[in-house]
């Protein structure tokens, strides 16, 4: 029981810290609020978020692994796979973002101009797609954790 909750907060607090990183980058990306430092920053930021997420994703596989229903109850559970998906497309919305921050990083190192205003809000949009879609895959937990989409 031990081992289950220590596991659960690990989720937890990686979960509750990709959220955060996710709404900062939301909150730094925007045309209006961009310059070196904000570049930079966001760097940083998604760098952070990526970190969280991959954390999110081991701790998940744990509690899979070395938790309480184990990997029976999981690997035939829907809402599980659901989670999963979802959080597999965030990864893949990620990657556009992730190559933009670094290139705009570089650009600014190498006393570049700022982005233009359009490919911030085209990288806010996908940013904001992720932060909305990371959302929703709690609402999966919730029902997955009271035993729900199993055979």
């Not at 081991?58 to 990997?71: D, N, Q, S």
């Not at 035939?76 to 705009?104: D, Q, Y």
Request: proline letters at 3%; one cysteine or more; hydrophobic letters at 60%.
């Amino acid at each position: 029981m031990v081992l289950e909750s220590v596991l659960a907060y690990l989720h937890l607090l990686a979960i509750f810290t990709m959220v955060v990183f996710i709404a900062s980058e939301a909150a730094l990306c925007r045309a209006e609020w961009l310059n070196a430092k904000v570049v930079a920053r966001l760097a940083r930021v998604h760098l952070i978020y990526g970190i969280a997420a991959l954390l999110v994703l081991a701790t998940g596989l744990a509690r899979i692994v070395w938790g309480v229903r184990g990997p029976v109850f999981y690997g035939t559970n829907w809402l599980l796979h659901a989670k999963v998906g979802m959080f597999v497309v965030v990864a893949l919305i990620s990657i556009k973002p992730t190559l933009t921050f670094r290139r705009w990083a570089r650009a600014q190192r190498a006393g570049g101009a700022l982005p233009d205003q359009s490919e911030v809000k085209a990288t806010r949009r996908l940013v904001m797609a992720q932060a909305h879609l990371i959302a929703l895959i709690p609402l999966a937990a919730v029902f997955l954790a009271r035993g729900f989409g199993g055979k």
